[in-house]
């Protein structure tokens, strides 16, 4: 069974521009996390997505926005960037929102800000 | 709202036995989750505890409290392959569930 895949593993883009990550999650499962990651902050939840409706929302600015598709898979859009984006953005998937069930995580996208 | 709480790094010897901590704080609680993260890599699921009690999975176990808001993954008979950061994630009560993560603990193993 393929895992959570994340594209593209890197970006570099420069402040003010728009970024759009794609997370392809694990086939069965219908809900998709994405969190920031930084040094000093550790994992930062951004939103949740099941059925193709957002379900939970982290603090984030409204420059950073989802969408789910009929498929599961998953976009984040980052617009205006500046120099504090940068960060390794990570995609879980997991089978439900109830229970126990764990998140599978893709390897990330790095995203650079110059 | 939410605060998890968790050593910042911690240093173990090949071989002996760690236990890493994590204290929460929240206003609805269904379950801890602990992942594994080794550097430049995506975080792997390690345990899930609801209950009180210890889970043990092989040189991993998961302890948690309920009533003191308190966890621990201990790792025994460390490997240096066991260095990475361990990541102590709270899964919220409600319609859908939120999972929110701790700031992690660097975990180093030295000979």
């Known amino acids: 069974k393929a895992g959570v895949t994340q594209t593209p593993r890197y970006l570099i883009k420069t402040r003010g521009q728009q970024v759009t990550l794609s997370c392809s999650p694990i086939s069965g499962h219908r809900s998709v996390s994405w969190y920031q990651q930084t040094p000093g902050q550790g994992l930062q939840f951004l939103f949740e997505y099941f059925s193709e409706t957002q379900r939970n929302k982290g603090n984030f600015p409204g420059r950073f926005s989802g969408r789910q598709f009929s498929n599961s898979r998953s976009e984040m859009n980052v617009s205006t960037l500046e120099l504090g984006d940068s960060a390794l953005y990570l995609c879980a998937s997991r089978a439900g929102t109830g229970g126990g069930q764990p998140q599978h995580f893709g390897d990330g996208t790095r995203l650079s800000i110059l | 709202g939410q605060n998890i709480d968790q050593p910042t790094e911690m240093t173990a010897t090949e071989g002996a036995i760690v236990q890493i901590n994590c204290t929460y704080q929240?206003?609805?609680?269904?379950?801890l989750f602990w992942y594994q993260q080794h550097a430049g890599e995506a975080p792997t699921f390690l345990s899930y505890?609801?209950?009180?009690g210890l889970e043990e999975k092989g040189r991993f176990s998961s302890f948690l409290s309920r009533s003191k808001g308190y966890s621990y993954l201990l790792l025994k008979e460390l490997q240096m392959k066991d260095s990475a950061s361990y990541l102590c994630?709270?899964?919220?009560?409600?319609?859908?569930?939120?999972?929110?993560f701790g700031t992690g603990t660097k975990l180093q193993v030295i000979p």
């Open positions: 929240t206003s609805g609680f269904n379950g």
């Open positions: 505890n609801v209950l009180d």
């Open positions: 994630a709270v899964l919220n009560s409600g319609g859908y569930q939120k999972v929110t």
